[in-house]
T-cell receptor
Framework: DAGVIQSPRHEVTEMGQEVTLRCKPI?????LFWYRQTMMRGLELLIY????????DSGMPEDRFSAKMPNASFSTLKIQPSEPRDSAVYFC???????????FGPGTRLTVT | AQSVTQLDSHVSVSEGTPVLLRCNYS??????LFWYVQHPNKGLQLLLK??????LVKGINGFEAEFKKSETSFHLTKPSAHMSDAAEYFC?????????FGGGTRLMVKP
């Protein structure tokens, strides 16, 4: 298996623009997680899905952030409009079953200027 | 609620010497604990996990960790550091599907 796939690996955009980050989980995994990593706050869980349904989005910072999972093999995290403070590395992870090991993707490094 | 404290933000060792990365946790439940490693510009990789079986857990690349309930600790050790061990290490506590990460310890290995 190719593991969790994220695209793009790097994104540089201007403040106010819409940003869409993409994730393909490991085939057969029924949980998908979005995390954000910054120097100031470390790694934070933003939202997670089970069987394509959002279960807990309490970590989503504000309404500018939205996440969808239209099918079992694809999820997006969208920021609209983007702000410089959104600059971070965004990780997607997936797991099989409740509480099992999470496998992380390589991350998307977002820079908002 | 659960929390994780990694006691050292940076640890520097010489190649061939032992590694100790310290972690203390707080959890309302019997915890599941993990150590993840992150190499520069890479994703996180699971090193080892404790899920209430043996208290001494062996992981990949010669790492191991001991769960000590009385001390609420889960320190990561390796007998002999290798240059390739230089990375950032995260101690993690899990409740249900929620992972809570420690602040990370950057391990530097000197030749």
């Amino acid at each position: 298996d190719a593991g969790v796939i994220q695209s793009p690996r790097h994104e540089v955009t201007e403040m106010g623009q819409e940003v869409t980050l993409r994730c393909k989980p490991i085939s057969g995994h029924d949980y998908l997680f979005w995390y954000r990593q910054t120097m100031m706050r470390g790694l934070e869980l933003l939202i997670y899905f089970n069987n394509n349904v959002p279960i807990d989005d309490s970590g989503m910072p504000e309404d500018r952030f939205s996440a969808k999972m239209p099918n079992a093999s694809f999820s997006t995290l969208k920021i609209q409009p983007s702000e410089p403070r959104d600059s971070a590395v965004y990780f997607c992870a997936s797991s099989s079953g409740q509480g099992n090991e999470q496998y992380f993707g390589p991350g998307t490094r977002l820079t908002v200027t | 609620a659960q929390s994780v404290t990694q006691l050292d933000s940076h640890v520097s060792v010489s190649e061939g010497t032992p590694v100790l990365l310290r972690c203390n946790y707080s959890s309302s439940y019997s915890p599941s604990l993990f150590w993840y490693v992150q190499h520069p510009n890479k994703g996180l990789q699971l090193l080892l996990k404790y899920t209430s079986a043996a208290t001494l857990v062996k992981g990949i690349n010669g790492f191991e960790a001991e769960f000590k309930k009385s001390e609420t600790s889960f320190h990561l050790t390796k007998p002999s550091a290798h240059m390739s061990d230089a990375a950032e290490y995260f101690c993690v506590v899990r409740a249900g599907n929620m992972l809570t990460f420690g602040g990370g310890t950057r391990l530097m290995v000197k030749p």
